[in-house]
């Protein structure tokens, strides 16, 4: 599966980004897609996560509750990260994932991410 994140950018303390996530030419299921990000000198983290069989389920990192949102409406529509409140700690590029369940198990599969700055 191919996966082209979009929307990042420059924006200020207390202001909102979405950020989205388009998949394509998956061969398999996606069981999950989730967002990460990974500042400099630091590693690549979890922010959010969303099940896309059963119930939908959703987790986040402690850092983001109830500031970030995770959605997807169906497998024909991106991926969504809505972002509110940012601050400069949230700085960061954000990659998109998804691990694909084949007949040779689950693959995970990454964007090329996209930068995310907030400023003071």
């Known amino acids: 599966v191919q996966l082209v994140e979009s929307g990042g950018g420059l924006v200020q303390a207390g202001g909102s980004l979405r950020l989205s996530c388009a998949a394509s030419?998956?061969?398999?299921?996606?069981?999950?897609m989730g967002w990460y990000r990974q500042s400099p000198g630091k590693q690549r983290e979890l922010v959010a996560l969303?099940?896309?069989?059963?119930?939908?389920?959703?987790n986040y990192a402690d850092s983001v509750k109830c500031r970030l949102n995770i959605s997807r409406d169906n497998a024909k529509n991106p991926m969504y990260l809505q972002m509110n409140n940012l601050n400069p700690e949230d700085t960061a590029v954000y990659y998109c994932?998804?691990?694909?369940?084949?007949?040779?198990?689950?693959?995970?599969?990454w964007g090329q991410g996209t930068q995310v700055t907030v400023s003071a």
């Open positions: 994932n998804a691990v694909e369940r084949s007949p040779l198990g689950f693959f995970s599969r």
């Open positions: 969303i099940s896309l069989i059963g119930s939908g389920s959703t």
């Open positions: 030419g998956s061969a398999f299921s996606i069981t999950t």
